[in-house]
């Protein structure tokens, strides 16, 4: 495999938010959360004035702009000098301070009927954002990368077929190859016409053996290279491409088995979103004119 391409495709798997920066980022807005549920009767915030009332300027103004992300698909003008991916960012972030900001702003309280019907759509809406990641992840090369098509996840089988077949001296290790990467096309054609749980569950159980099975692969052919006689720069050129492959293997096949459902399920998400958005940006409106004008 030509090392152009070899860096595009590992490039495009490894296209995915740092665990850890995630795992901080929601551990951080939980605990905003629980501190502000214990301390709401403090009166340290009140909405119609002060910093609390900034709050529900700074919460409302955030959720209006996480239509800038829809914007910026459809107008150049949004986009010409801020990529879609910038806009879908900020709707990541907004989506979630938003939120936040409001219920410290509305102090965990529910107040008027108008008030409280906004803190509902607007903690519906995040809600649903939140599961919509999820399912985004399981269709796209991590979060802000490109959407999964089958046709791309077997050009790269083929391509890294093809190194692997090429790096593959025994016999034995070549027809293990062969009978992996023939499950491989096997669990790709399954899941075309495959939906619903039980389906899903069962490619994803072979697809996880097949992974384990190349990784065994990989470790016996990096084993073998390091008995034979190759100077160490050679050497280690070919692990490394080894765990490359492997890795690539790993999470093309790690989603493969839930694309066509999640894709469904996305498809699903995305028409009760929009309106129930509409019906938060309504609500949120509605609120602010009846707060200033009584």
């Known amino acids: 495999m030509p090392n152009a391409q070899r860096v595009d495709i590992t490039k495009r798997w490894m296209q995915r938010s740092s665990n850890l920066l995630t795992a901080l980022w929601y551990t951080s807005i939980s605990a905003a959360i629980f501190w502000g549920w214990l301390n709401r009767n403090e009166g340290w915030l009140v909405a119609e004035s002060g910093l609390g009332y900034a709050l529900g300027i700074i919460g409302s103004s955030m ?22 991916r910038f806009w879908f ?36 809406v995040a809600i649903s954002g939140i599961i919509g990641r999820y399912l985004y992840t399981y269709i796209h090369y991590g979060v802000y990368g490109e959407r999964i098509k089958v046709s791309d996840i077997l050009q790269d089988f083929n391509l890294v077929e093809a190194e692997i077949m090429d790096l593959a001296k025994l016999e034995k290790q070549k027809l293990a190859a062969k009978k992996l990467f023939a499950a491989s096309r096997a669990l790709i054609e399954n899941q075309k016409n495959s939906f619903g ?52 293997l790993f999470s093309a096949l790690k989603k493969l088995p839930r694309l066509q459902l999640f894709e469904r399920l996305f498809s699903l998400w995305h028409v009760a979103h929009i309106p129930i958005f509409v019906l938060m940006i309504v609500s949120v409106v509605v609120h602010i004119w009846v707060v200033h004008m009584y």
């Open 89 to 124: 960012r900020l709707h990541m972030i907004f989506g979630v301070l938003g939120p936040l900001a409001i219920l410290f702003h509305s102090n965990f309280h529910l107040a008027s009927l108008n008030s409280t019907v906004s803190l509902i759509c607007m903690l519906v």
């Open 63 to 84: 959720m209006l702009l996480l239509l800038t992300y829809s914007l910026s698909k459809r107008w150049e003008l949004v986009r010409r000098y801020l990529s879609v």
């Open 197 to 248: 749980i039980i389906a899903t569950y069962k490619n994803v159980k072979r697809a996880r053996l097949i992974a384990v099975n190349m990784q065994k692969l990989t470790q016996h052919m990096s084993a073998y290279y390091e008995k034979a006689s190759h100077p160490p720069k050679q050497l280690k050129v070919i692990q490394n491409n080894l765990r490359q492959n492997n890795t690539i």
